[in-house]
């Protein structure tokens, strides 16, 4: 992993002349009064051109001194309610330059969320095909936390980046090569069970998902450590670089966006990389089992019965419910060394969507100061979460009598949460969350372009010092 873009960085003027002025200007019953900071010929010309200080909507400006003002609407507060990075709706649209905000009432919280999605709208997937990037540039205002602003600017990038590259160049190796890097950028140790040599280290589940895939793709679990002090944070990220369903062969419409099925793994290094970068005090620990779930001879097969490294058997009842298998043996292994918390994050049902659409990353947890803390940590870097249950009373419906779990009850109901309910019976009984996140923009929105995305792990950034009082 290399250091951030220079595009998601705060920009660095080399001169007072090289800096434009840029007003945020609220819309409805605030105009007037926003308006009322502009020099008097700007404030005239953006009357007469119609400037209504709505979403979206930036404009140069005229200045006394025969240079220019720059404006960006920042809507009424209901058009707000239904945005997430405003500034960046109108920053993008400007022309290249440096710009510094200035004569604005926004809360220091509410600054730098805004930052974060100025500097946002500066990614650009361009790997396969150069896209010009337009240098439009913001100096670190006063009071905001410049490095942790880039900090999880770049953390974006890093999982957009994993997610967007198609499976023939983010295979399970290369899914290892970037843990690699990020384990190298920040100095911490990684370690890699590749193969046939998970069977040795009784990682059953990781290697029957993966074991039908190519050699030079064969199925291994990702170990990175970090920190030597404080409490224990394990996150464990679902590493599919490839789904076609298995022998339940997937439809090729359904197939489509597979190579986003390794989202939780993008996702959870990302939040990795925001830790360690704020030098966080804990012992970070980050389990991914990198796999592709490949059809061959070697497949495995529905009505088979698999041993998890914990000791349950698990009933294979559609092998297209192969990413809950992969994170039962690293839920196991991480529920050994008995941590402070364990957070899980997957691309792990379609039910999910259907609950809560692509835009909010569902939850579910059994840990209390968490459930409290994540909806303000939510708020706090536009990163919308929302809790499901842990439903007690559906345990019935993963135990399918002839062993101790089924991998996908048949009815469809309540899909999302039984594959939660499975993932639990492996995390150790302490405290325990699970996200179940689409990994995907659908739609280009402001800073958040059509294509891979983080979900969640903003949310967690900024609800976990609370919970494990760093």
């Not at 500097?119 to 650009?124: D, H």
């Not at 061959?296 to 297209?320: H, K, Q, W, Y």
């Not at 918390?341 to 259907?354: D, E, F, K, Q, Y």
């Amino acid at each position: 992993m290399s250091e951030p873009d220079n595009a998601l960085v705060f920009m660095q003027p080399t001169s007072e002349q090289d800096v434009t002025d840029l007003y945020l200007i609220a819309g409805g019953d605030d105009f007037e009064a926003a308006m009322s900071a502009l020099p008097e010929a700007a404030r005239a010309w953006a009357g007469r051109n119609g400037f209504s200080g709505a979403i979206g909507d930036a404009r140069l400006l005229p200045a006394p001194d025969g240079g220019a003002v720059a404006v960006v609407g920042y809507g009424t507060p209901s058009q707000r309610s239904r945005a997430r990075f405003t500034l960046a709706a109108g920053g993008q649209k400007l022309p290249e330059g440096c710009y510094r905000l200035v004569g604005h009432a926004l809360s220091a919280a509410a600054l730098e969320a805004e930052c974060l999605g100025w500097l946002l709208s500066g990614y650009r997937f361009d790997r396969y095909r150069k896209a010009g990037r337009k240098a439009v540039g913001l100096v670190a205002p006063d009071g905001v936390d410049a490095a942790r602003v880039e900090a999880l600017a770049a953390a974006e990038a890093l999982t957009r980046d994993l997610i967007n590259t198609p499976a023939e160049d983010m295979g399970p190796a290369d899914l290892q090569a970037a843990v690699a890097a990020l384990a190298l950028l920040h100095g911490a140790e990684m370690s890699a069970t590749v193969g046939d040599a998970l069977l040795e280290e009784n990682f059953p589940l990781i290697h029957t998902v993966g074991r039908a895939a190519s050699a030079d793709r064969a199925p291994r679990l990702l170990d990175l450590r970090w920190g030597g002090e404080g409490p224990r944070l394990t996150l464990v990220g679902k590493g599919v670089c490839f789904d076609t369903g298995g022998l339940n062969l997937k439809p090729g419409g359904s197939m489509g966006l597979m190579k986003k099925d390794m989202g939780g793994a993008a996702t959870v290094l990302g939040l990795a990389h925001m830790i360690m970068a704020q030098g966080w005090k804990v012992r970070l620990r980050v389990l991914i089992p990198a796999v592709e779930n490949a059809v061959a001879g070697a497949s495995f097969r529905p009505g088979d019965i698999f041993t998890a490294r914990n000791g349950l058997t698990v009933e294979i009842n559609n092998t297209d419910a192969e990413g809950r298998l992969v994170l039962a043996d690293a839920l196991a292994l991480a529920a050994e060394e008995t941590p402070d918390r364990i957070i899980s994050m997957a691309t792990l049902t379609g039910a999910a969507r259907v609950a809560v659409g692509p835009d909010l990353a569902p939850f579910f947890t059994d840990d209390a100061a968490l459930r409290a803390a994540l909806p303000e940590g939510a708020a706090r870097w536009a990163d919308p979460v929302w809790e499901l249950p842990f439903h007690a009373p559906y345990e019935a419906m993963i135990e399918p009598g002839i062993a101790d779990l089924d991998n996908a009850p048949k009815g469809g109901f309540a899909g999302a949460i039984t594959a939660a309910l499975f993932l639990r019976r492996f995390a150790g009984g302490g405290a325990y969350t699970h996200f179940d996140v689409y990994g995907w923009n659908p739609s280009a929105a402001p800073g958040r372009p059509k294509g891979g995305a983080g979900m969640g792990a903003r949310a967690l950034f900024a609800a976990l010092p609370e919970v494990l009082a760093l």
